[in-house]
Structures are given as C-alpha cells and as structure tokens.
C-alpha cells in the first residue's frame, strides 16, 4: 500500500478575516493503491449534458478514495462545476471559482461530471484511492 | 486576506514522486476582494447517527448566500479509525471521512437545498467532529 499525504493551512492575518490572524494546520494519510494521476482536462460543455466531461467514473474505485480539484483559470468568475451525473436532476455539488481547489472524499457509487460557466477552462484532477 | 494552502505528496503511489503544492486566496464571489467572514472553528460531538445539518443553504426569496462564495473546511477529529463521517451536500453523499480526514471545499449555495450535512458511523459514540466556513454575505449557523 502506498501513503499519500493531504496538508491543508489556512491562514489570515490579523485584522483581515478576524481581528487576530488565523493559522490551521492539518494533515491526513491517505493509503491507496492506485491513482489516475494527475490530468489537466479542458471542460468542454458550458452545462449539464450527456456528453460532459467525466472527472470520476462510479464504481472505478472503491470507498474510501479522495479528490483533488485544482480550477486553473485565474479570473474568478471562470466557474466550474462539479456535478452528480448519477442522481436524476444532475445537482451539483461544487463550483469552483478561476484559482480555487478542492479536497474531499468521493462516493464511490457517483459519476461526477463537468462544465464550465464558458468552454474550454482547464480543470486539473486526480483520485487516489484503491481501484475497485 | 485569506488564504488556503495545500499540499499532497507521496514518495510510492507511482513510480515517480508526487508533490503538488497550491495556493489560493479566498475571494468573494466574481470578485479578487478577498472574503470577511467566519463563523470560526467550530467543535461538535456527534453522539447519534442522525444527520446533523452544520451549514444551511440560504432561501433564494432572501437573496442573501445563493452563489456567494463561501470555503468549507471539515475535519473528523475522531482517533478511533473505524469511525467515520458520511457528508452529504445537497442531499447526495459526497463521501465518508475517517478519523483524523479533512476536506475542504467551495461551498456557492448553488441552490436553496445545498445544506452540507455529517452523520456519524453509528450511535452511542462520542464523534468530534472539527469545521470552519469563511464566507460572504449572510448565512444560516
């Protein structure tokens, strides 16, 4: 099995956020087996449709698996979204504006699908996590 | 402003080295003003299985959180491993985290049914459970 490590610190100095500065830290071991690597996929569709980029195909992997999304478009009004192609309504589950990232858990029995609020941004992604 | 770093890094689930570093400024929605508002770091002890709804969705007739820009930050703070979260945001289940697991996300309130919600691995446990939301706006604790 191999080890992959999750940090994540959020910060704020005094007198932004909060009148006193603001430092988190964390970090979490994740064992996984496999990985689909790290892929920058231009996202193609500007809404929900059968054809929209697949980020997690369900089932491919098994639970527990985690998710890394990386929205590299540097205007913040450059959204995608991420959403459930498996529920009937297709909600979506996240919208990450141009610069912001994502870390989460996966449930395995999802499809998650893309669009952009305008084609062709570049969404980076990776699962790690043990294949199914 | 704020600010959220991430690293992820593993010497051995491939055959060569993975290191991502990223940083991202926390902004508010459409916008590089950077967001101002915290409920803080809050600190709760699941005891039953039940879902327990942390962040609400705001009502569209309010025009108050819908699509502002908000960051999630969710931590199972338990130490025993078999325990878990399962976290659920607009009513699908997004996935489980388990003892010492973190996620963090962008939270848009996308539509008035996007409340994120955690439910413990079981009952008669006593699961803490660590999360922080730095948004916009308003919104419902």
């Known amino acids: 099995m191999a080890t992959v490590t999750a940090g994540i610190t959020l910060t704020s100095a005094a007198g932004d956020l909060l009148t006193d500065a603001l430092s988190l830290s964390d970090s979490t071991s994740v064992t996984a087996t496999h990985t689909t690597g790290l892929a920058r ?22 639970a527990p698996a985690y998710l890394y999304l990386k929205n590299t478009q540097t205007t913040a009004s450059h959204y995608i979204y991420i959403y459930d192609g498996t529920t ?24 998650l699908k893309a669009y952009g609020s305008t084609a062709d941004f570049i969404l980076e992604h990776t699962v790690f996590g043990t294949s199914a | 402003m704020p600010t959220a770093s991430i690293t992820l890094t593993s010497a051995d689930i491939a055959g060569d ?22 409920n803080g770091l809050q600190r709760l002890i ?32 338990s130490t025993v491993t078999t325990e878990f979260i399962t976290v659920t945001i607009n009513a699908t289940v997004i996935g489980k985290l388990y003892a010492g697991q973190w996620l963090f996300m962008p ?3 996308n539509d008035t049914a996007a409340d994120i919600k955690v439910t413990a691995s079981a009952a008669g446990k006593s699961m803490p459970i660590e999360h922080m939301l730095m948004h916009e706006g308003y919104f419902n604790a």
């Open chain 1, 41 to 62: 996929t231009k996202i193609d569709k500007t809404a929900v449709h059968a054809d929209a980029d697949v980020i997690f195909t369900a089932s491919s992997y098994a």
């Open chain 1, 88 to 111: 009937s309504g297709d909600p979506v589950l996240l919208k990450l504006a141009g610069g912001d990232f994502a870390f989460l858990p996966i449930n395995a029995g999802l499809t």
């Open chain 2, 17 to 38: 080295p993975v290191n991502v570093s990223k940083t991202s400024t926390c902004y508010k929605a459409d916008s590089t003003t950077p967001l101002d508002q915290t």
């Open chain 2, 46 to 77: 699941l005891t039953t299985a039940s879902a327990k709804e942390i962040y609400t969705a705001e009502n569209a007739a309010e025009g108050l959180g819908l699509n502002a820009n908000a960051k999630v930050f969710i931590r199972n703070a």
């Open chain 2, 107 to 109: 939270w848009s309130q």
